[in-house]
């Protein structure tokens, strides 16, 4: 992870309008963050697989100076090429997506005007700590990704991305028995630090062990699309 990182405050971004240029209602737009390692890609490229029958989905990727995560995802085919767009930041992950968005911004708005209607754009950070949050600006909901090998004390230490995040999610779980790390403990810190905001606790080794996201995932966009959501 990236620890050494010197931060200014964060730039202040309002919601971004919710609706096209032709006034209809743009797509949801998710943000994924997390440490390096965390799985954030291999969660984007699940969703996709899960969801892409039924939604049209576009992603875009954020990396520091490559396209690496973006390459998975297109040898993956996990969509087609056209609907996955990739980012180099050249600067700390957070800059691009909480305190200068207008790369990512500039990147979601064309792939809503190439593609036309969309239903969901999620957003990968680059790799970061435990502080990277997205700008209201750039997403409407934001998803942190944390694993278990990394220690099952992660939620106990908080964090902004822990305790504000939409939907934390704890993933790589069929490793915890080989790590040592207590799964209850780790839903019991994540309780005290995210009061009701929802956890998830995912393995996408198996079939369907990225369920618990893909079913939020839906929720939101539901209440999207019927106007209730913030």
Avoid at 117 to 145: P, W, Y
Avoid at 197 to 205: E, G, Y
Wanted: net charge negative; charged share 25%.
């Amino acid at each position: 992870m990236h620890l050494d990182h010197v931060h200014t405050e964060p730039r202040t971004y309002g919601p971004a309008s919710s609706t096209r240029p032709d006034a209809g209602r743009r797509a949801l737009r998710i943000g994924l963050g997390g440490p390096v390692g965390s799985g954030k890609t291999a969660t984007v490229a699940a969703l996709c697989r899960a969801l892409r029958d039924t939604l049209s989905i576009a992603v875009v990727t954020n990396d520091i100076y490559t396209r690496e995560d973006a390459d998975f995802l297109l040898r993956e085919a996990v969509l087609p090429p056209v609907r996955i767009t990739a980012v180099e930041t050249g600067a700390c992950p957070h800059t691009a997506i909480r305190d200068d968005i207008s790369a990512n911004l500039e990147a979601v708005e064309d792939l809503e005007e190439r593609l036309g209607h969309l239903d969901l754009v999620l957003v990968e950070s680059g790799g970061d700590n435990l502080t990277a949050t997205f700008s209201k600006g750039l997403v409407d909901a934001q998803v942190f990704i944390i694993d278990v090998a990394g220690g099952d004390d992660i939620p106990r230490k908080g964090g902004p991305g822990v305790t504000t995040a939409d939907l934390l999610v704890i993933n790589k779980t069929d490793l915890a028995p080989y790590v040592g790390s207590d799964l209850e403990a780790m839903a019991r810190d994540a309780k005290v630090q995210r009061g009701d905001l929802p956890v998830a606790f995912t393995t996408l080794k198996t079939e369907d062990g990225v369920r618990p996201v893909a079913e939020w995932v839906r929720v939101r966009l539901a209440e999207w699309n019927a106007g209730t959501a913030a």
